[in-house]
T-cell receptor, first 118, second 115 residues
Framework: DTAVSQTPKYLVTQMGNDKSIKCEQN?????MYWYKQDSKKFLKIMFS?????LIINETVPNRFSPKSPDKAHLNLHINSLELGDSAVYFC?????WGAGKPLGEKLFFGSGTQLSVL | AQKITQTQPGMFVQEKEAVTLDCTYD???????LFWYKQPSSGEMIFLIY??????QNATEGRYSLNFQKARKSANLVISASQLGDSAMYFC????????????FGGGTRLMVKP
C-alpha cells in the first residue's frame, strides 16, 4: 500500500483551465502539506494543514485553494492556470504539529504530480 | 527567516569512492532539525538521514553519515562507497520548533556517479 498517494501523476492542460490534484495518506498522520518544485528543482512549501485546519499559507496566489475534507486527504485546486504554474507538485504528510513535537519527525512524500500548462 | 544553502549544483564521484555534499544553514532558533532527502530521476523524495540540533553525535544510516558542525552551521552529507544508484538530486532541509514539521529546503545538489 502506498503511504502517500497523489493523482494524477501527469497533468497537461491549457492556460486558463481549472484543475485539481488529489492526495491521500494512509499513515494516520495529522499534518499534510503541498510543496511546489520548479524547473530548477527548488522545493517550496505552499500549504500545510493540521487535522483539516490550515496552518501555513506561504503567500500562494488565491487561484490555489487547498481543501481537506478529512485529515487523510488534502486536495489542491487551481483556478485559471497560468504558464508559470507548470511544476511538480508534491503532497507530504507527517504525524506531529505543535509545541513539543519531535523535530525529527520526517515528512513522507507522494510521488509528485507533473503539471504542464500549455 | 531560516535559510538553507547548498553551494554545489552538481558533482561527480567515482564509483566506490566517498563523496561529501555540502549544506549550510542559517537560523536563530536554538532548536531545529536537519534532514537529507534523495530524489532519483524517477522523482520521488526519499528520506536519508536526520540530525537534531541538540544531538551530540553525528547521525549515521548505513552508507550515509551527517557531518554536523553546529558552530559553523553546516550539515554535510557523506556518502561512503558510492554506487551507481546513488546518482540523484540530494536536498538538505531544516525544520524549526516554531514552524511545526514544515521543511525548508536547499536548492539541491545533483550527484553523478561514474562507473
Amino acid at each position: 500500500d502506498t503511504a502517500v498517494s497523489q493523482t494524477p501523476k501527469y497533468l497537461v492542460t491549457q492556460m486558463g483551465n481549472d484543475k485539481s490534484i488529489k492526495c491521500e495518506q494512509n499513515l494516520g498522520h495529522d499534518t499534510m502539506y503541498w510543496y511546489k518544485q520548479d524547473s530548477k528543482k527548488f522545493l517550496k512549501i505552499m500549504f500545510s494543514y493540521n487535522n483539516k485546519e490550515l496552518i501555513i499559507n506561504e503567500t500562494v496566489p488565491n487561484r490555489f485553494s487547498p481543501k481537506s475534507p478529512d485529515k487523510a486527504h488534502l486536495n489542491l485546486h487551481i483556478n485559471s492556470l497560468e504558464l508559470g504554474d507548470s511544476a511538480v507538485y508534491f503532497c507530504a504528510s507527517s504525524q506531529w504539529w505543535g509545541a513539543g513535537k519531535p523535530l525529527g519527525e520526517k515528512l513522507f512524500f507522494g510521488s509528485g504530480t507533473q503539471l504542464s500548462v500549455l | 527567516a531560516q535559510k538553507i544553502t547548498q553551494t554545489q549544483p552538481g558533482m561527480f564521484v567515482q564509483e566506490k569512492e566517498a563523496v561529501t555534499l555540502d549544506c549550510t544553514y542559517d537560523t536563530s532558533d536554538p532548536s531545529y532539525g536537519l534532514f537529507w532527502y534523495k530524489q532519483p530521476s524517477s522523482g520521488e523524495m526519499i528520506f536519508l538521514i536526520y540530525q537534531g540540533s541538540y544531538d551530540q553525535q553525528n547521525a549515521t544510516e548505513g552508507r550515509y553519515s551527517l557531518n554536523f558542525q553546529k558552530a559553523r552551521k553546516s550539515a554535510n552529507l557523506v556518502i561512503s562507497a558510492s554506487q551507481l544508484g546513488d546518482s540523484a538530486m540530494y536536498f538538505c532541509a531544516m525544520s524549526r520548533a516554531e514552524a511545526g514539521n514544515m521543511l525548508t529546503f536547499g536548492g539541491g545538489t545533483r550527484l553523478m556517479v561514474k562507473p
